[in-house]
């Protein structure tokens, strides 16, 4: 099932307003499409399309950016984005069971969003918060030394 | 920062109002002090009492005890090596520490440039505008003995000489943030604990080079770094120490805040010129160098954090003051992030060349568990393993590619003896699989059958001959890759099975994990 969030993607002027912003320079390509992204929580085929000829770039250009960096996203995803980092130093000190407890809360495989459009569950890089390992972020807020135990009383907070 | 710790915070600032003790206290929100699994720490001046640990419950009880009564909460300070408190400046706790990069992180507000200038901040920028010809100062960096922080450990003054020399009517500093290493989070805290010694570190540069703007390339995750580099460039625009003609020398600089959008390779410096010119981060081919051609095909200096929170001290004090740390090839500090089996992780910084020994057991407080050693992966999952029989080797640029590892960026990654090195190898093949670019193709295909064969070890369905492709073609990708990410993803994989071949034998010869923890 589609998340019903967010998913209503973003009107041409709003584009057409970010790109003002960047005085409408290629170059400021990724700064554009983190904004739009902010604006529509994703980057939709119309938005892309829309950012290509603002700019007078092919859209396979655009398209080809938004799709090399993992914080972009051309589906839409669950209000709340788990991002969880399976990277060395969270791995020796137990991010498996982290993934395991995430995935049973939420009933949703890594990669998933839950029918309701609350949560997105994806693996990201290391968040440079490996002091504090096993780490996630939610959003923008981060959690770290985490056991499987306390992953219910976090996600708590969100539901 | 963590949630808890905003928790804490905003218990403290209410409850320092509601007792009225606001005029008398002030509560900062500074940079990281360094342990980083004693969170969330508050340090209490002057006499600077460490509480760790500290939960919301605690607050009004160091409020109502140390600072309406005077009397420290001995419960919060943990275990004190005598019977007094661990006072954060005493030598005990920062045993063989020197700080030179983190010299004010967690000891000023780093949203005040006020601050910043009280501990000599923009000094070293004015005594190079005022005092010193452009060449003096690359004379100055060179005589140092500076080299990259960041992993290439380029000598940086030779670096800013390209530059120098290259005409040009345009030239660039870029500040390189896109901090992805694993295991790596030194410049996320240099960045949040003191971002103006970055922005001062960048103007001295361009004042040397001839460049008249620079960029930071800040990864997007790292919020707070960007917030507060952010307030700094407002602040030092403000004050007049960036923007235009600069303390009336004629030199003009600006900074401004680039974010990357998740990606490892843009740590490249090419990906990263790449990345701020709006394009897929994927390394160029090189030469030529961004020395002579790079942002927009202008001349510029890549630098990594660490190297340039270096370059105001240098200028102020000397490199002959700089050269007394660390080792006569590699002086200087250098700033690690110790993780995994460790029972003090965090952030330190000491001389160069330290042994791995001394970091874990006097620094690191040894192995938690009552476990023993295993082995311990130096600069970050990039870097190679190195078992106990090389604890004694000195780190530093040169001395660990000797051993076929490298220093990097600082990362150290302590495993215990619970760990399977199958198990760890597939984790590391997988991260550069992921991360690799797909531009060349001995990186793309190479990583993949990397992990590929691994993950084949890990599953019991390993045959004999594996581990012999896996070095010959870890040894194609370091000569044939395009950039460091193809070049260096062997380089783990490689000292693992000089160190530990054993252990994936018994994987592929005997159906057995020798820890018995891999579940094969």
Redesign the interface.
């Known amino acids: 099932m589609e998340p019903a969030a967010k998913s209503a993607g973003i009107c041409p002027a709003k584009v057409s307003e970010i790109l003002a912003k960047y005085s409408r320079?290629?170059?400021?390509?990724?700064?554009i499409?983190?904004d739009v992204q902010k604006e529509a929580g994703y980057l939709s085929e119309e938005a892309i399309t829309e950012i290509a000829s603002g700019l007078d770039i092919p859209v396979s250009k655009v398209y080809?950016?938004a799709t090399?960096?993992?914080?972009?996203s051309t589906k839409p995803k669950g209000q709340y984005i788990i991002r969880v980092c399976?990277?060395?130093?969270c791995?020796?000190?137990g991010a498996k069971a982290i993934v395991e407890a995430l995935e049973k809360e939420l009933g949703i495989p890594m990669g998933g969003t839950t029918s309701d459009g609350k949560f997105t569950l994806e693996y990201?890089?290391?968040?440079?918060?490996?002091?504090?390992?096993p780490a996630i972020?939610i959003n923008?807020?981060?959690?770290?030394?985490l056991t499987p135990e306390r992953v219910p009383l976090i996600l708590k907070e969100y539901k | 920062m963590l949630e808890g710790c905003k928790g804490v915070r905003d218990a403290l600032i209410a409850e320092v109002k509601r007792r009225g003790l606001d005029r008398e206290v002030k509560v900062v929100e500074t940079g990281c002090l360094g342990p980083c699994d004693l969170g969330p720490v508050i340090l209490v001046y002057p006499e600077g009492t460490l509480y760790q640990k500290v939960r919301v419950s605690d607050v009004p009880e160091i409020v109502e005890q140390h600072l309406l009564k005077g009397r420290v909460v001995t419960r919060l300070v943990g275990e004190a090596p005598q019977a007094g408190v661990v006072k954060y400046e005493e030598p005990t706790y920062l045993g063989v520490q020197e700080r030179i990069v983190l010299r004010n992180c967690g000891v000023i507000d780093p949203e005040s440039i006020e601050e910043y200038i009280a501990r000599d901040g923009y000094r070293a920028l004015a005594k190079c505008l005022t005092e010193m010809k452009p060449a003096d100062v690359i004379e100055a960096v060179k005589k140092s003995g500076l080299v990259g922080r960041g992993g290439a450990a380029f000598p940086t003054g030779l670096k800013w000489s390209f530059t120098a020399k290259a005409d040009a009517d345009q030239k660039y500093i870029l500040c390189n943030a896109d901090e992805g290493e694993p295991g790596t989070f030194k410049d996320r805290l240099i960045l949040e604990g003191d971002p103006h010694s970055i922005l001062e570190g960048m103007a001295i540069a361009g004042y040397a080079v001839g460049a008249d703007k620079g960029f930071i390339y800040v990864r997007g995750e790292y919020v707070l770094s960007i917030e507060r580099l952010g307030k700094a460039i407002e602040q030092a625009k403000a004050l007049g120490l960036l923007g235009s003609n600069i303390f009336g020398s004629g030199f003009s600089f600006d900074v401004e805040i680039r974010k990357g959008a998740g990606a490892y390779v843009c740590g490249e410096e090419t990906g990263l010129i790449e990345s701020i010119e709006g394009k897929r981060g994927e390394p160029r081919i090189k030469p030529p160098y961004p020395g002579t051609e790079g942002l927009y095909g202008k001349p510029t200096v890549v630098n990594n954090v660490e190297t340039i929170a270096n370059i105001p001290p240098i200028l102020l004090n000397g490199p002959d003051w700089f050269r007394q740390f660390g080792t006569e090839r590699c002086p200087g500090t250098k700033v690690f992030t110790l993780t995994g089996d460790i029972n003090n992780k965090g952030l330190i910084e000491v001389p160069m060349g330290i042994t791995l020994r001394r970091v874990i057991y006097e620094i690191g407080g040894g192995i938690p568990g009552g476990r023993e050693f295993k082995m311990a992966q130096t600069g970050g999952t990039s870097g190679g393993c190195l078992p106990k029989e090389l604890l004694d080797v000195p780190m530093d640029y040169f001395t660990l590619p000797e051993h076929g590892s490298a220093l990097g960026s600082g990362a150290l990654l302590i495993m215990d003896d619970s760990h399977c090195i199958v198990d760890i190898a597939e984790c590391f093949m997988r991260f550069f699989e992921h991360e690799s670019c797909g531009k060349c193709t001995p990186c793309r295909e190479g990583t993949a059958r990397l992990h590929e064969i691994v993950a084949k070890i890990a599953r019991g369905e390993g045959k004999p001959g594996d581990l012999e492709l896996l070095d010959e073609l870890g040894s194609v990708m370091q000569v044939s890759s395009l950039c460091g990410l193809g070049q260096a993803a062997p380089v783990p994989i490689k000292t693992m099975l000089k160190y530990f071949r054993d252990e994936f034998e018994a994987h592929i010869n005997d159906r057995l994990c020798p820890t018995g923890t891999c579940g094969i």
């Open positions: 320079r290629p170059d400021a390509l990724v700064s499409l983190h080809g950016v090399f960096y993992t914080l972009f399976e990277n060395a130093p791995h020796v000190l990201t890089s290391c968040l440079g918060v490996c002091g504090v390992a972020m923008e807020a981060v959690y770290g030394n």
